[in-house]
């Protein structure tokens, strides 16, 4: 009885045995189009991109990805955090070297004119005048703010440059009875201007 079954159990085993059992069970047929797709494409080690000027808050990063085997797929990881668009975005596989402390930004004092002193510190600009506001527009591409200011005095055109963030440039101008100054600014912002025992103080948000 003992010899039957131990027959029956190799005659099992025969049956089931694989002609090539090098051959693997699951091709790469099956597998989709399993390529060389790394090698077909630079390895990656620093990529730099630029946010748009409104940009404020990162919500989220999505990457897609091309995977072995020929398939498309998304990841994405959430952030939640507050971005200065002027900064690039980096991502690295290799790894980079950072500055330990950004390079402090001085307040600037302007003095274009006797009755008009301009102080910039950062996103802040103060018009230190005692003449009346008329009114204040916002015009877009450019992106710039006028601010009518009253006073009947004559003088050339003045341009000051600056390109230090958020100011690309300063234009006052003369228009007979009241005169412009014109903020030139380097991407899209909310602004409101207030009155105070200075003058006027514009903030940029």
């Known amino acids: 009885m003992k010899k039957v079954i131990v027959v029956l159990l190799f005659f099992g085993l025969t049956l089931i045995a694989r002609d090539n059992p090098f051959k693997p069970v699951v091709s ?11 090698g077909a494409y630079k390895p990656l080690k620093v990529e730099k991109f630029k946010l748009p000027s409104p940009s404020r808050v990162m919500k989220k990063v999505k990457f897609e990805i091309l995977n072995v085997d020929g398939t498309i797929s998304e990841v994405s990881f959430s952030v939640n955090k507050a971005v200065d668009w002027h900064k690039d975005i980096i991502i690295s596989n290799i790894p980079i070297k950072f500055q330990d402390k950004p390079k402090k930004i001085e307040p600037k004092l302007l003095k274009p004119f006797k009755f008009l002193t301009i102080l910039i510190d950062k996103n802040k600009l103060l018009l230190k005048t005692k003449d009346p506001l008329i009114r204040q527009l916002f015009f877009s591409k450019p992106y710039k703010i006028a601010i ?5 005095v004559a003088f050339y055109t003045k341009i000051i440059k600056l ?12 228009h007979g009875k009241f005169y412009r100054v014109v903020l030139r600014l380097d991407g899209k912002y909310r602004y409101k201007i207030k009155k105070n025992s200075n003058g006027y103080l514009v903030e940029l948000f």
């Open 148 to 152: 009518d200011l009253k006073r009947a």
């Open 163 to 174: 390109k230090t963030p958020p100011l690309e440039k300063i234009v006052i101008g003369n």
């Open 28 to 38: 790469s047929q099956n597998l989709g189009k399993a390529t060389n797709i790394s």
